[in-house]
């Protein structure tokens, strides 16, 4: 009988990461991982207290709006963050900016939020979105950044990809969470 038990716990051991792996890093955390309308503890019905401890690092001033609210999860935990799949703000994309310089990408309006690029320019992070990392372009598992990539800074992808990239929203409540990529500013000569 020891045997037959010991089997069930390894198998159990084993499918265990296997679920919760198939469930995706925000679909286990569901709506209130995030957001709580009686208990808010930020502007945006938050649920956790948005990061103020993880310093930009050119005005080497705190985070505000959504992305203090990613960052309370997504920094390391002596950045005031949760250490889950941790960013930082020197070694990656720039998030929580408040002006985008036109020479370097031209932001389309839908990826920004009042005029500033924050974390959800690039990532929807509801359950909803099936893309790679909860990007608004599909990128066919990253094997396809250039279309993601391309929506901004245009001259750096091939305008065809580009062209068909489709923005995904889950915020859109007509039910058409895909809206076509906008056109590309022309390249100024």
Same mark, same amino acid.
């Given at each position: 009988?020891?045997?037959?038990?010991?089997?069930?716990?390894?198998?159990?051991?084993?499918?265990?990461? @296997?679920?919760?792996?198939?469930? %995706?890093?925000?679909?286990?955390?569901? +709506?209130?991982? +995030?957001?709580?309308?009686?208990?808010?503890?930020?502007?945006?019905?938050?649920?956790?207290?948005?990061?103020?401890?993880?310093?930009?690092?050119?005005?080497?001033?705190?985070?505000?709006?959504?992305?203090?609210?990613?960052?309370? +999860?997504?920094?390391?935990?002596?950045? %005031?963050?949760?250490? /889950?799949?941790?960013?930082?703000?020197?070694?990656?994309?720039? /998030?929580?900016?408040?002006?985008?310089?036109?020479?370097?990408?031209?932001?389309? %309006?839908?990826? @920004?939020?009042?005029?500033?690029?924050?974390?959800?320019? +690039?990532?929807?992070?509801?359950?909803?979105?099936?893309? /790679? !990392? /909860?990007?608004?372009?599909?990128?066919? !598992?990253?094997?396809?950044?250039d279309?993601f990539?391309g929506?901004?800074?245009? %001259?750096?992808?091939?305008?065809?990809?580009? !062209?068909?990239?489709? @923005?995904?929203?889950?915020?859109?409540?007509?039910?058409?969470?895909?809206?076509?990529?906008?056109?590309?500013?022309?390249?100024?000569?």
């Amino acid at each position: 009988m020891s045997l037959v038990r010991s089997l069930l716990v390894a198998a159990l051991a084993l499918a265990v990461p @296997l679920t919760t792996r198939a469930a %995706g890093g925000h679909d286990s955390v569901g +709506c209130g991982g +995030c957001h709580s309308i009686h208990t808010a503890k930020g502007k945006i019905i938050f649920a956790v207290t948005p990061n103020t401890k993880a310093l930009d690092p050119k005005t080497k001033q705190p985070y505000s709006g959504t992305t203090a609210l990613c960052l309370a +999860c997504h920094a390391d935990s002596k950045d %005031g963050g949760q250490g /889950y799949a941790p960013v930082s703000g020197h070694m990656s994309h720039p /998030y929580g900016v408040s002006s985008v310089n036109p020479k370097v990408a031209k932001v389309p %309006g839908e990826l @920004l939020r009042d005029g500033r690029f924050e974390c959800i320019g +690039c990532h929807d992070p509801h359950p909803s979105n099936p893309n /790679y !990392k /909860y990007l608004r372009v599909d990128t066919a !598992k990253g094997q396809q950044m250039d279309a993601f990539c391309g929506v901004c800074h245009p %001259g750096k992808a091939d305008a065809a990809t580009v !062209k068909q990239a489709a @923005l995904f929203t889950s915020m859109d409540e007509s039910g058409a969470k895909r809206a076509a990529a906008p056109a590309p500013a022309p390249a100024k000569k």
